[in-house]
């Protein structure tokens, strides 16, 4: 993993009773002046931020980003915010840092600012993958797709989700860059998996081991792991592959991973979902314990919450995102991508 490093620190008394401010600006301000003075960076330095509060206690869900965007202390486009408390806050931006999962965020920071630098932070962990600079895994360097280049993979591998995280964030870099040589190897790396690897459901990642891909044809329905989330990251993935070539085979993967495994993973109530989607039960399922937090992997049927709940966030943020995926417009000509019936959206009432 990349390596980490604490270059300075900050903090506001902590008073039992004072007259002090409650402000979040003001509290802020002369915070932020003396770790940048501390640090000798200046605000323009500063490529990411994360915050944390706890102001959902007092019913003001994230005035605490509003105070800091209206005294434009960063660029608010720059900063990820943790409704939660700071320590979570650090720890969140901790681990993307190590991790380097955020090639299609930084991709999509740069269009929104028109500052390439993001572009070219993307493009640099792309490049950078594959020649085992992260900290082995217990599952090998694969699990985090460092042991092959991008470039020199044949095939999507290691774990599922990351997999198809690392695939999209290379089309977008592709894409932007103009790297021909990219966008044809993330092809024919999509064109393997889909036809070797991929469930008739178009779930992805086989196996419960690493949540990963199997090798290819190692597709058991009854132990199909099939994550939700390698679902979304799969239909993250083809809809980028479709913008970028026009080919409607991209948006057939996306209809058919959207209805069965996308669509099929939340209870129809809302309050349950499955983490993973086998395609074969062999004996009845076991109703969960509705106050109890299932394993990921072992659960028979829906439960309401996971030790890792992931997917109900991904499911929720991709229907909501549905409506700009409905149709795609390349090369001129207007491509219907998607079939789909639009329920979300309120009827207008006849007058």
């Not at 774990?159 to 790297?179: F, I, K, M, N, P």
């Amino acid at each position: 993993m990349t390596d980490v490093a604490v270059v300075g620190f900050a903090q506001a008394p902590s008073l039992r009773h004072g007259e002090s401010t409650t402000s979040g600006v003001e509290m802020l301000v002369p915070i932020f002046q003396q770790v940048l003075k501390s640090t000798g960076l200046a605000k323009d330095d500063i490529g990411f931020w994360c915050s944390g509060s706890s102001d959902y206690l007092a019913g003001r869900a994230f005035s605490f980003v509003q105070a800091v965007d209206a005294i434009g202390a960063f660029p608010p486009v720059m900063e990820s915010h943790v409704e939660m408390d700071g320590a979570w806050a650090l720890y969140e931006a901790w681990l993307k840092i190590l991790t380097g999962e955020v090639e299609t965020a930084l991709v999509e920071l740069y269009r929104v600012t028109g500052q390439r630098r993001y572009l070219e932070m993307a493009a640099t962990f792309v490049e950078r993958r594959g020649y085992r600079t992260l900290a082995e895994h217990e599952f090998g360097w694969g699990y985090f797709q460092d042991d092959v280049p991008v470039k020199d993979a044949e095939v999507f591998h290691g774990h599922a989700v990351r997999a198809l995280y690392l695939a999209a964030g290379a089309v977008d870099v592709a894409v932007e860059t103009g790297d021909d040589d990219l966008l044809a190897t993330v092809i024919e790396q999509w064109d393997r998996t889909v036809a070797a690897r991929t469930y008739l459901t178009g779930g992805m990642g086989s196996r419960h081991s690493g949540e990963a891909f199997g090798e290819d044809w190692g597709l058991p329905p009854d132990r199909a792991y099939s994550e939700t989330c390698a679902a979304v990251a799969s239909v993250m993935l083809s809809w980028r592959l479709l913008l970028a070539t026009g080919n409607p085979r991209y948006a057939d993967l996306i209809e058919r991973t959207l209805y069965n495994v996308v669509a099929a993973s939340p209870a129809p109530d809302g309050r349950a979902f499955f983490y993973v989607n086998t395609l074969h039960r062999r004996k009845r399922g076991v109703v969960p314990d509705p106050d109890a937090v299932s394993p990921r992997a072992m659960s028979s049927l829906r439960s309401p919450w996971f030790a890792v709940s992931c997917c109900p966030n991904n499911v929720a943020r991709m229907m909501a995102g549905l409506e700009n995926s409905d149709a795609a417009q390349a090369h001129a000509e207007e491509l219907l991508a998607l079939a789909a019936e639009r329920h979300n959206k309120p009827r207008r009432k006849k007058r």
